[in-house]
């Protein structure tokens, strides 16, 4: 006999009345949160959108005009409106940026964003915080300093001057000025500089005859997503709950996943068991310290500094933490240098004077092969890279959230929306904050009337003002500040060093299209685009001559 069992119809009916109730909550604490926020309070422009905020206006002009725009008209420290009127606080007192950066167990990255990144990338150092990300740093910071980035030079100059002779290769082919996309050169320069730097493998994207490979594939398939976003996926970064349901780009990303982490793995133990082999031939040393350290990729002086006998136990990384950083070294070290030295060969065909300038200090050293300390040796090149960095910051802006309730302390006193005298910034947790970056680096009241311009001679006496910008480096926020300022920014700067030293001394560089023509593209890096054909995606044409050294006569 069989028996029948009865639906549980009152518990599907008690499971659906909780999602219903939770849906209702969650949507009561999105749209009542403009209205409980401190932020209410602070000046900032109107809005005519209930869904769309501020957004339209901030989509449709240039990265940072409107915010710098609202600042100037209503003060430094301002809030506008995003999706369903949340709001934000844009602040541009330095006082309270330092504040920010400096406590960043209390100011965090947004967890959506956090979670989308480590969707991609793993749970690396861009995406952890607190004591994660500190043990994190903490064992990563070795690999990153001054004598290790000395020994990866060699790596930069090479891919440089390959890089150069690619482009020779298409002047010789087309005819010389030719038309060349710079952008996509100095991408796949930066990739393969990363590949190799980074954990000894070569993507050889350079190479037009090089054969595809598993993980050049799969970053691709990651960090060039489709141009349409669907809406799906839009609603799955706001409301993870919906990650069960597949869709195309899941299912992308999941593959590409899967083919990191194998080949991941496949570095992290090859370079394990070589680490064990040279301790195993040493005669002279019977464990491995911090200090022993040179001439080796990022990835192995990592592991190093895992495997150190100096290390407790408690503050080594697992497996999974060591492989999560080979996608982090591919994101963070890839995508910005070859950006900021676009927007520098940009800035070079605006001033010539300065490009002619800079090619003869290059000269001075005569040598095709610098190293770092050769590089470092050259002021004018300093004061292109840093001018560079300051009007063309990669990642114009950063985010923040407060976790907790907290007064932001501020430079100046300022008036808020009710007209009362305010000294502090009031935020709760759970309110965002925008860093701005690329508005500090380039402010008129910190770099003069002139901030906006291109001028690298500002750097032989910069005014005192810009000392209160709180960056890691050379007076910038390029490279943010605090405990969670970037890492690798001396690896960034001398391989941007080294490509701006090889490719100045080989060739002259023009504009290919009228100057307005090129615009930045919205996004988290500033990748440029035509204003005219924004549908051909990132871009900088430019016109590339060979230059011919005239030979001085005795």
């Keep these: 006999m069989i028996a029948i069992v009865e639906p549980t119809t009152p518990y599907a009916g008690i499971a659906c009345a909780c999602a219903i109730a939770w849906f209702l909550w969650k949507a009561w604490t999105v749209l009542s949160r403009p209205y ?34 609202w600042a100037a008209e209503y003060g430094p420290n301002i809030v506008y409106r995003d999706f369903l009127g949340h709001m934000r606080l844009w602040t541009a007192d330095v006082r309270a940026v330092n504040h920010i950066l400096t406590h960043s167990i209390d100011y965090q990255k947004p967890e959506m964003g956090r979670k989308n990144l480590a969707k991609l990338i793993g749970e690396g150092v861009l995406s952890v915080e607190g004591e994660q990300h500190r043990i994190q740093r903490r064992v990563m910071n070795p690999a990153f300093g001054p004598s290790q980035i000395r020994e990866l030079t060699e790596i930069f100059v090479q891919k440089a001057q390959e890089l150069r002779d690619v482009w020779d290769g298409h002047l010789a082919q087309h005819g010389s000025p030719a038309r060349i996309n710079v952008l996509d050169g100095l991408t796949r320069m930066t990739l393969d500089a990363i590949g190799l730097a980074g954990f000894n493998y070569r993507f050889d994207s350079l190479n037009p005859d090089g054969k595809p490979n598993k993980l050049n594939e799969a970053f691709q398939a990651i960090f060039h997503p489709p141009e349409h976003v669907s809406t799906l996926a839009i ?182 929306r009710n007209g009362q005298m305010q000294e502090s910034i009031r935020v709760s947790k759970g309110n965002s904050i925008d860093i701005p970056i690329l508005s500090l680096n380039r402010s008129k009241k910190l770099w003069g009337e002139d901030a906006l311009e291109f001028k690298p001679e500002r750097w032989s006496n910069p005014p005192e003002s810009v000392s209160s910008i709180p960056g890691v480096w050379s007076h910038l926020l390029t490279f943010l500040g605090g405990p969670r300022a970037c890492i690798g920014y001396r690896f960034s700067l001398v391989e941007m060093k080294a490509l701006i030293f090889t490719l100045v001394r080989a060739f002259e560089f023009e504009l290919a299209v009228p100057s307005e023509e090129i615009q930045k593209k919205p996004s988290v890096v500033q990748r440029p685009q035509l204003r005219s054909a924004p549908e051909q995606g990132s871009q900088m044409p430019l016109l590339v001559k060979r230059y011919i050294r005239e030979q001085t006569m005795e």
């Design 36 to 69: 409980r926020s401190p932020l209410r309070n602070l000046p900032g422009p109107p809005t005519s959108s209930w869904l769309y905020g501020n957004l339209k206006t901030i989509h449709a002009e240039d990265i940072a005009a409107p915010q710098e725009r």
């Design 235 to 416: 609603l799955k970064s706001i409301f993870p709950v919906l990650d069960v349901i597949p869709d195309a780009w899941s299912r992308r990303v999941k593959r590409a996943r899967a083919v990191m982490h194998d080949i991941g793995m496949e570095l992290v133990a090859e370079k394990k068991a070589a680490i064990r082999r040279e301790l195993e031939e040493s005669k002279e040393k019977a464990e491995l310290g911090r200090s022993d350290m040179r001439n080796r990729d990022l990835l192995t002086l990592l592991l190093k500094a895992n495997m150190a006998s100096d290390i407790p136990d408690s503050q080594r990384l697992s497996d999974d933490d060591v492989l999560a950083q080979i996608p982090t070294f591919l994101v963070a070290g890839h995508e910005t240098t070859s950006v900021a030295t676009t927007w520098c060969l940009f800035a070079l065909t605006q001033a010539p004077e300065v490009q002619r300038k800079l090619r003869d200090e290059l000269f001075t050293l005569e040598t095709e092969t610098p190293t770092m300390d050769g590089l470092n040796s050259l002021p004018y090149l300093d004061a292109v890279v840093r001018e560079t960095l300051r009007v063309h910051a990669p990642v114009p802006m950063s985010y923040r959230m407060a976790v907790k309730d907290d007064a932001i302390p501020v430079s100046e006193p300022f008036i808020d």
